[in-house]
């Protein structure tokens, strides 16, 4: 079983950036592809992108494509989701999840065994 804890959310105005990190900790972080995630008030938690292993690859949703970046650091057990140029529908609870797939197979938040607690981001406009 692993545990995670995600930081950095926040405030920020439209056009800046913030990253968004998710520790691990009671398993090998390779072991799991890791995911975020993000949930509005009054929808559905859909799928932001996603990171293999290895981090050799990267999966992203098309809203967030070319301004979010996941990247992870196994040795420090950490995933970190780096957002750049954020608009105020970017305002959500992000969460990290693990799944401990081989491969990053989908976007259904149903593959995903472990999650975070989740971290505020608020975007003004």
């Known amino acids: 079983q692993v545990q995670l804890a995600e930081s950095g959310g926040g405030l920020v105005q439209a056009g800046g950036s913030l990253r968004l990190s998710c520790a691990a900790s009671?398993?090998?972080?390779?072991?799991?592809?890791m995911g975020w995630f993000r949930q509005a008030p009054g929808k559905e938690r859909e799928f932001v992108g996603a990171i293999s292993r290895s981090g050799s690859r990267t999966y992203y949703a098309d809203a967030v494509k070319g301004r979010f970046t996941i990247f992870r650091d196994n040795a420090k057990t950490t995933v970190y989701l780096q957002m750049d140029s954020l608009t105020p529908e970017d305002t959500a609870v992000y969460y990290c999840?693990?799944?401990?797939?081989?491969?990053?197979?989908?976007?259904?938040?149903?593959?995903?065994?472990?999650w975070g607690q989740g971290t505020q981001v608020t975007v003004s406009s």
């Open positions: 999840a693990a799944d401990p797939s081989l491969y990053v197979v989908g976007s259904s938040p149903n593959r995903y065994d472990y």
């Open positions: 009671g398993r090998t972080l390779s072991n799991y592809v």
